[in-house]
């Protein structure tokens, strides 16, 4: 029986559920797999149709099931559902349909169904934490059955492009958890979804009649940081070495919190190094096909957000570890925030900007710093759909042979162009990778297949590293390694078809490379108590979850 507490007392055959209890316990639930054999000895004849299916034809089934839901909101929440009721066949059908459910549980869906969380709401997963609790987050904690690695918290203030949705911000922790069992396999029981819920300034969820969240603005200030603070102890306290991933706070508080912790507590924040990772990632790939270097690459990013800087200084890192001085490549990197061009002298700049402000006169729209700066490479981290004009694309192709083009903006709303405009407006020429899913593009005769530069590709098996290493930092080198990783992990026949990263069924073989490059950082760095594993892929194959009964 496939019992998933590892970790709590192992159970005996007098306290196992039975029945009717045991079809309702997704952890154990296979429903209509049951054999006769076990229905006869669990309590289960006559509970169930006499049909004994197999786990594949349980699968099929919800897969024909869920192509004839009309709409990708409704699979979302028949995916949950299933989710509910029976987690190891939810996990089988999302391994091995990642390619067509990953944009339901996650990116772009994830967002709509955040948007909607109130009206879809059904069973709760993982734990919400609000403003009311102060005081008593670690007695809360204690409520949580299972002994959690990895924890995914976000305070609901930046979801997506999409800002503050409050508690309904909950849908992007269960996702991301989700895509970590999934794609790399980590237990679902190591997982914990957390929702901090501070309360949200979003003026129609105040007024919604099914909003789930606390009615009241968002703490702030020192009433803020104290509930983080005691949020962080209280976690590290009852999971003694758990992971924390910070995801989706907005950017005051991100940059703040990541520096906070950082350097004494296992944490990471995905949209800062994640995303940097993925795309540093896909800037290799592009190089691969234009034969540039990358520190002889001119960056101008859209946006100066946490993606933004998060790209830029890893991509800073990478081009002084190919041995530019850290001065030269800085000044190949330029951000354009909401006010125009980030450069020195201009007033109220935040911190996280501040290395990127050169000398040089204000310019107040993107196209024409594109024309002033003549980047090689444009990435658009904005969340402002269509900001990748026509004009813009057909610019970056006037000078550049190859432009690189990654609008990487969530969900498909913001996307900065699509893909079908990108190669349209370039004449082909653009190396492009794109934050929302997009079909394949035939243009003069060739079939461009656009990949999505999505931190899906690195998170999973940067989370499955630490956790079976027992790391006691995340570093920024454990990121340039995923990032080198994810690269070589992309072959000739994905170039040659304009895909900038590997096909997504090829995920778990990517986050098993990846997870072993991150121990090989940890054992190297002396994070980890005990000696490195002669066979890191092997290590970190042996903690990867299979979803099976
Ligand atoms: P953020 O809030 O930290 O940053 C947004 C930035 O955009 C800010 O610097 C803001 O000044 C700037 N901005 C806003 N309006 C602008 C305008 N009109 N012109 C120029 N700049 C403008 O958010 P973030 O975490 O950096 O995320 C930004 C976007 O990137 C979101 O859509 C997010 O979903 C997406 N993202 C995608 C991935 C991925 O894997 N593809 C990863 C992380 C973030």
Known sequence: ??????????????????????????????????????????????????????????????????????????????????????????????????????????????????????????????????????????????????????????????????????????????????????????????????????????????????????????????????????????????????????????????????DRYRHDACVFNDDIQGTAAVALAGLFSALRVNGGKLNEQRLLFLGAGEAATGIADLVVSAMVAEGASEAEALKRTWLVDSRGLVVGGRAGLSGHKLRYAHDHAQVSDFLTAIKTLKPTAIIGVAAVGGAFTPEVLRTMAEFNERPIVFALSNPTSKAECSAEEAYRHTEGRALFACGSPYDPVALNGKTFVPRQGNNSYIFPGVGLGAIASGTKLVTDEMFMAAAHTLADCVGKDDLDQGSLYPALPRIREVSTKIAAAVAQVVYQRGLADGAAPNDLASFVQSHMYDPHY
């Open 1 to 258: 029986m496939n019992r998933l507490d590892r970790f709590s007392a192992p159970s005996t055959a007098s306290d196992s559920p039975r029945g009717l209890t045991l079809l309702r316990d997704p952890l154990l639930n296979k429903g209509t797999a049951f054999t006769e054999q076990e229905r006869a000895a669990l309590g289960l004849s006559g509970l169930l149709p006499p049909c004994i299916s197999t786990m594949q034809s349980q699968a099929a089934r919800i897969m024909t099931n869920l192509r004839s839901l009309p709409s990708d909101l409704e699979k979302y929440v028949a995916l949950n559902a299933l989710h509910d009721r029976n987690e190891a066949l939810f996990f089988r059908v999302v391994c091995d349909n990642i390619d067509e459910i990953q944009p339901i549980i996650y990116t772009p869906t994830v967002g709509l169904a955040c948007q909607k969380y109130g009206l879809i709401f059904q069973r709760p997963r993982g734990m919400f934490i609000s403003a009311k609790d102060r005081g008593q987050i670690a007695d809360l904690l204690k409520n949580w059955p299972y002994k959690a690695k990895l924890i995914v918290v976000t305070d609901g203030e930046r979801i997506l492009g999409l800002g503050d949705l409050g508690a309904n911000g909950m849908g992007i922790p269960v996702g991301k958890l989700s895509l970590y069992s999934a794609c790399a396999g980590v237990h679902p029981e190591l997982c914990l979804p957390i929702m901090l819920d501070v309360g949200t300034n979003n003026e129609e969820f105040l007024n919604d009649p099914y909003y789930i969240g606390l009615r009241q603005k968002r703490l702030t200030g020192e009433a803020y940081d104290a509930f983080i603070d005691e949020f962080m102890t209280a976690a590290r306290a009852t999971f003694p070495g758990v992971l924390i991933q910070f995801e989706d706070f907005a950017n005051h508080s991100a940059f703040r919190m990541l």
